[in-house]
């Protein structure tokens, strides 16, 4: 009855999913606006330390969505929005070692980009919050995943945890690892993940525009560039038929 209760609330949950990361950002934007600091300690050199433990956080969780998703059968582990979907079961690689990657990979990434905002309270109420959140997606998955693909799904279940990854047992990968796919699925995360790291240090300034210059400032604008450029490959086509 509990596992039924949990798919329910996660199917609801999963229409929304995308939505997440930019409800982060926002929150971690508005609260170093609010607070101009870059860490929750009165020391400089320890706030500036946080500061680089947050993004290698944030990072961490964009590369586990880098290799899960370069890896990934075609089929699966997509960003279908209706309802759960798998052409076959993902056994192999980062797969191997936990039955959802992408999603721990969505808690690292989100916990890291909260940890942004200079805030340990919101990096640690993100956590357990997308903890929360994708334990009933994923619950809702498995409910699909097993109906269809039966005892090669227990089989699996059995020896691969949900969502707290295994550090045994790595199967190499099925197939190999395909960087245009993987470009596809994962460029706006890793966007997001720099336009998170610009919009908290912005707000630090008050939005002050005399600061929007520098190096870093250029790098930024130039990944604009590229996000427009492969917006507009996707658009004629380019990665369509790696769904």
Not at 93 to 107: A, D, E, T
């Amino acid at each position: 009855m509990y596992q039924h209760e949990l798919a329910r609330s996660g199917k609801r949950l999963f229409f929304i999913r995308g939505t997440y990361i930019y409800t982060v950002i926002a929150i971690s934007t508005l609260i170093a606006w609010c607070s101009k600091d870059l860490g929750p300690f009165a020391d400089a050199a320890r706030d500036c330390a946080w500061f680089w433990v947050s993004l290698g956080v944030a990072s961490a969780g964009a590369l586990i969505r880098v290799f899960t998703s370069g890896w990934a059968a075609l089929g699966t582990s997509g960003r279908a929005k209706v309802a759960a979907e798998a052409s076959e079961l993902n056994t192999t690689g980062p797969y191997s070692l936990v039955r959802n990657p992408l999603y721990v990979g969505r808690i690292v990434n989100f916990t890291g980009l909260a940890m942004l905002s200079g805030s340990w309270v919101f990096g640690a109420l993100v956590f357990l919050i997308a903890v929360l959140i994708y334990e009933r997606i994923s619950t809702y998955e498995e409910e699909f995943l097993a109906e269809k693909f039966g005892a090669e799904h227990s089989e699996w279940a059995k020896n691969v945890p949900s969502l707290m990854p295994r550090f045994h047992g790595w199967v190499s990968p099925k197939y190999p690892f395909w960087w245009k796919r993987m470009i596809w699925r994962e460029q706006n995360k890793l966007f997001l993940l720099a336009t998170a790291v610009f919009l908290t240090w912005f707000a630090r300034s008050g939005f002050d525009m005399s600061v929007l210059t520098g190096p870093w400032v250029q790098a930024y604008a130039a990944l604009v560039v590229v996000r427009f450029i492969i917006g507009g490959l996707k658009m004629i086509g380019f990665f369509k038929e790696l769904s």
